[in-house]
């Protein structure tokens, strides 16, 4: 595609239940990020995927998120058991490159939202 | 990943230029300078990024200090599109947890 693709644009779930956003990045992309974004506020680092290995998930808040980026392509981020402090904007971002020289490429978003 | 400080907010007048500082005092020495800038609720854009050397492109120029403990980011004839927040962010080759400040707001007036 052309650009970094996420949906849904909007999510908006119960107290409780299983939310799993998805994450199309620009073709041939290597690199994929996550993050989330509350308002006002700058991008929090999430999770890291170099192809299909997950690199770095220091960023995951606690045992309830997850993500996966199984062929290396589209990635999912889970939240299991969702709680009211997970709302906020989850965005996803892919780079051709790797390492200090690569330009991100961001996605609209998800706008997360629990009752 | 070394911190950044950027100021909270900028005004800047239509046409003129817009200089936008950001101080990385204890940045090392593999570590490059990025900037983006986020418009409204888009996702953040990329706009340029430098090691050492000043960097020119079609959106801005960027400007290190010799050492390198702060840079300018200069958009040159800003435009009322250029209303958005900017982020800089210092970022070494081993480390993907680029850190994300609250950036600078610049509202480029009529």
């Known amino acids: 595609g052309a650009g970094v693709s996420q949906s849904p644009r909007y999510k908006v779930t119960k107290r409780g239940q299983d939310v799993a956003l998805r994450c199309d990045p620009i073709s041939g992309h290597v690199s994929l990020y996550w993050y989330r974004q509350a308002l006002g506020q700058g991008p929090e680092f999430l999770t890291y995927f170099n192809y299909e290995a997950q690199q770095d998930k220091s960023g995951l808040p606690n045992d309830r998120f997850s993500a996966e980026r199984p062929e290396g392509s589209i990635s999912t981020l889970t939240i299991q058991r969702t709680e009211q402090r997970d709302s906020a904007m989850y965005r996803c971002?892919?780079?051709?490159?790797?390492?200090?020289?690569?330009?991100?490429?961001f996605g609209s978003g998800t706008q997360l939202s629990v009752l | 990943d070394a911190k950044t400080t950027q100021p909270p907010s900028m005004d800047c007048a239509e046409g003129r230029a817009a200089n936008l500082p950001c101080n990385h005092s204890t940045i090392s020495g593999n570590e490059y300078v990025y900037w983006y800038r986020q418009i409204h609720s888009q996702g953040p854009q990329y706009i340029i990024h430098?090691?050492?050397?000043?960097e020119t492109n079609e959106m801005a120029s960027l400007i290190i200090t010799e050492d390198r403990k702060s840079s300018t980011l200069i958009l040159p004839h800003a435009t009322l599109r250029d209303t958005a927040v900017y982020y800089c962010?210092?970022?070494?080759?081993?480390?993907?947890?680029?850190?994300w400040g609250a950036g600078t707001k610049l509202i480029i007036k009529p």
């Open positions: 430098g090691l050492k050397n000043n």
């Open positions: 971002a892919s780079s051709d490159q790797t390492g200090a020289i690569e330009k991100l490429f």
């Open positions: 962010i210092v970022r070494a080759d081993s480390n993907y947890q680029l850190i």
